[in-house]
């Protein structure tokens, strides 16, 4: 199985090896961004897919689960 | 001519140099024979001297054919017999040899290193007939004549055999692993991409590589946090400056804030003042890693370049052998005849006549020493040439850290000034020189700014003018540069001072990096993460250094060249038999970006009309002549094309023109000087150039 956001092969989860790091990294810096800004995991997906720092692998699965709430919440509704 | 004196050299410039230090009666004679230069000397007796062109003799497969592997049974063979380009060398074998038939006496006068004494030795065996034990070795570290005639009169009674076991082990080891790895990775990629792509790696350049891919990964996956900094505009006195708040950094946004509003606008006092006077010692002479280093700094010579200006200097007697890591500078090389011969520029006059002035001349020096030479330093020697600016350059940064270290320490005074602002601390800090000591002469390399605080003092009162408060975010990791990837191949312990610079390289040149600051390309992080994957000791920095220490033990006598090379090839086994086993899998994974690296080495920039489209060399169906045209044409959408030379190969230099800024090329032509070009036929250089051309009316 391919990774949802590259050509890679999925290791163990639902990413790739170097797209299952940035998910970790992005899950993993919620709390200080949340103790810091007081925003929500959406505002916190949006601030990391626009900022200049964030690396290109963690931009795309900000994007990729910013796609995916939008998806989720529509079919909620 | 009979019973001379044969002396071998690593280099044809050596082996002149040696010749004329040697001679003298009369002129030194030049002869050739197939196209081989060699020297004839006298003194008291002839001597011949006969340069090697580096390496004569090589390691191969004792089997012959690329298509197999593992590949465990080697010797040592004549160059030109196993390498397409290496025609040369069977015309310099054969004039040693002839040579060596009616010499008396013979002398190893090779580079006194690991791969000097390598050399020395499989010329001495192989093409003077065994001649290895019956050799004398001359040692020196500058090609000065005073040297020279030092090191043939009291030569070395036999060559350095441990230094020779530890070379040949060096080399066995890296061919194996080279050898092995690379043809399980190209055999995988061709057998099952389609195509042939040569890919390399081995011993060293797999953990090099992983040191670059690791900090890649590092950096696509970083995500930033968000902190706070807060600084304070406070007058006192006359003047107003701008002090730091104790905590660089603040966590949370209400932190700040809140610290901003108890600081804003009301009174504060300077608390304290702390001046503290301290030395900044000279540095230590060069060794060839901090040499590369500071030369990438200053110029942005990569270590490779740096390297091969460093041995021209040497070859021509100017500084002295640069493959050393010593940081140290023994009595006996005299520093003040080299300090009085530096006096003779001007440039250097005036800090090299103050070092003399004082009673005691002594360098200071570093931890670091080589058994088999001193750090680098000038011979003080002037130039027999017009020296290009880049042998200028590195002459002058050499001997400048020459005269530093025997320079006094520089004398600074730094000020931290703490204000107290309604509890909370702010901090100014003042840095001055007092004394320039070895800085003066370090100078323009030595940069030192002074950052002046008036006078204040403790209980002064101030006013606070403003707090500002600024946001902002970590960073993610620096990507590597030449200067810093060799640093941390030396504190990692992998490669040698002679290799690490051709290791770079070579990661360039196999596409598995790019640009200055280096990037990991996908084939880079392809070729890892198989290596990784099946044999993943191969590309343990801690194994590499482990092994590199095995060699120097080698060299120590402590360890037996033939355990190690066992080690290496139980290693070895293990991991082929492991690619083999998944040779599809890896063919398949390296396909993709074997493919977009052959795709971006035809790819020379963006399109100019545009602008989205990239351009790349394509050939006519027609014609089947070369062309640059735009991948938009595929799209339909510009049909931007222009000609190119259809005879070399072209490259991209991933640089713009400076005059119109379209993307530049290069043109290669076998035997011919590179030829770089704007391909903008509008181009104003080329506008100007034509109107030159034209006769006048």
């Known amino acids: 199985m391919k990774c949802p956001l590259c050509d890679r092969i999925v290791d163990k989860k639902d990413y790739c090896t170097l797209h299952s790091q940035a998910y970790r990294n992005l899950v993993k810096k919620f709390e200080s961004w949340r103790k810091a800004r007081k925003i929500s995991w959406q505002e916190y997906l949006n601030e990391i897919a626009e900022n200049q720092f964030t690396g290109e692998w ?8 910013m796609r995916l709430g939008e998806k989720e919440s529509v079919a909620e509704s | 001519m009979k019973n001379y004196t044969l002396i071998i050299t690593e280099k044809p410039d050596a082996a002149q140099r040696i010749a004329l230090a040697l001679n003298t009666q009369g002129k030194i004679e030049r002869r050739e024979e197939g196209g081989v230069p060699y020297y004839i000397a006298t003194r008291d007796r002839d001597i011949v001297v006969a340069p090697s062109l580096g390496h004569l003799y090589t390691i191969a497969e004792e089997r012959r054919g690329r298509d197999y592997y593992p590949v465990f049974n080697f010797r040592w063979v004549p160059r030109h017999s196993t390498e397409r380009n290496a025609k040369r060398i069977r015309d310099w074998i054969a004039t040693i040899s002839k040579l ?10 090779c580079d006194y290193d690991i791969e000097g004494s390598v050399i020395g030795y499989c010329i001495l065996k192989y093409a003077c007939g065994n001649k290895e034990r019956k050799s004398k070795r001359m040692k020196y570290s500058t090609l000065t004549k005073e040297e020279l005639e030092k090191s043939y009169v009291e030569p070395l009674p036999h060559l350095n055999f441990a230094l020779i076991e530890a070379g040949k082990a060096r080399h066995e080891v890296d061919w194996l692993y080279g050898v092995n790895l690379s043809r399980a990775l190209t055999i995988s990629a061709k057998n099952w991409s389609g195509g042939y792509t040569t890919l390399t790696t081995g011993r060293v350049q797999g953990p090099s590589l992983k040191f670059i891919v ?23 006195g006359r003047y107003t400056f701008e002090a730091e708040y104790e905590k660089a950094r603040i966590e949370t946004e209400a932190e700040a804030h809140a610290i901003q509003r108890s600081c804003q606008g009301v009174d504060a006092k300077v608390e304290k003042i702390e001046v503290k006077r301290y030395q900044v010692d000279p540095p230590v002479p060069y060794d060839l890693g901090s040499l590369q280093r500071e030369a990438y700094i200053f110029f942005r010579y990569a270590p490779r370049r740096t390297l091969n200006i460093a041995q021209r200097l040497y070859l021509e007697a100017l500084i002295s052998y640069p493959r050393t890591s010593s940081q140290r500078l023994p009595h006996e090389i005299d520093y003040r005849s080299i300090l009085k011969n530096l006096s003779r520029n001007h440039k250097y006059r005036e800090f090299t006549q103050s070092i003399l002035s004082s009673p005691v001349v002594r360098p200071r020096e570093g931890r670091e020493s080589d058994p088999a030479h001193p750090a680098i330093y000038p011979t003080g020697k002037m130039a027999e040439r017009d020296l290009d600016f880049m042998e200028a350059r590195i002459l002058d940064l050499v001997t400048r850290r020459f005269i530093s270290t025997f320079g006094e320490p520089a004398v600074k005074e730094s000020m931290k000034i703490s204000i107290n602002v309604n509890g909370h601390n702010f901090y100014m800090h003042g840095k001055r020189n007092l004394e320039d000591g070895w800085q003066r002469f370090y100078e323009p390399y ?3 700014q002074e950052v002046i605080i008036p006078e204040i003092s403790e209980k002064q009162s101030a006013i606070v ?10 960073r ?14 030396e504190q990692a312990g992998i490669g040698t001072k002679a290799t690490r610079a051709n290791i770079i390289q070579a990661l360039y040149d196999r596409k598995y990096i790019q640009d200055e600051r280096m990037i990991a390309a996908d084939l880079g992080f392809q070729v890892l993460e198989t290596l990784e994957k099946h044999c993943p000791r191969v590309v343990s920095v801690e194994f590499t250094s482990e092994l590199e220490e095995k060699m120097n033990m080698i060299q120590a006598r402590k360890e037996r ?7 290496a090839v139980e290693t070895l086994k293990s991991a082929t038999e492991k690619l083999k086993e998944k040779d599809k899998t890896i063919g398949e994974r390296l396909s993709s970006p074997i493919l977009k690296a052959k795709l971006e080495r035809r790819i020379v920039g963006s399109c100019p009309t545009c602008s989205s489209g990239k351009l790349i060399i394509l050939h006519s169906k027609k014609t089947r002549k070369r062309f640059l045209g735009c991948t938009n044409y ?9 000609p190119l030379p259809q005879k070399g190969s072209v490259r991209s230099l991933n640089r713009s023109c400076r005059i119109c800024g379209w993307p530049k090329i290069q043109i290669r032509v076998k035997r011919r000087r590179f030829w770089t070009l704007c391909f903008n036929p509008d181009c104003p250089s080329k506008v100007r150039r034509r109107r030159l051309e034209m006769p006048s009316m």
């Open chain 1, 58 to 65: 963690a931009k795309e699965m900000a994007e990729h689960l």
């Open chain 2, 100 to 109: 060596a038939k009616n010499a008396e006496t013979y002398i190893d006068a």
């Open chain 2, 214 to 236: 690791n900090r890649e990964k590092a950096i696509r996956s970083f995500v930033p946090t968000p902190f706070w900094e807060i600084r304070a505009k406070i007058k006192i």
């Open chain 2, 446 to 448: 030595a940069k030192s």
């Open chain 2, 465 to 474: 003018r403003k707090i500002i408060v600024e946001g902002k975010f970590t």
């Open chain 2, 476 to 489: 993610p990791p620096a990507r590597y540069n030449p200067g810093s990837l060799l640093r941390k191949m």
């Open chain 2, 561 to 567: 060249k033939e355990t190690v090379l066992l080690d």
């Open chain 2, 634 to 642: 595929f799209k339909a959408k510009c049909t931007t094309s222009f």
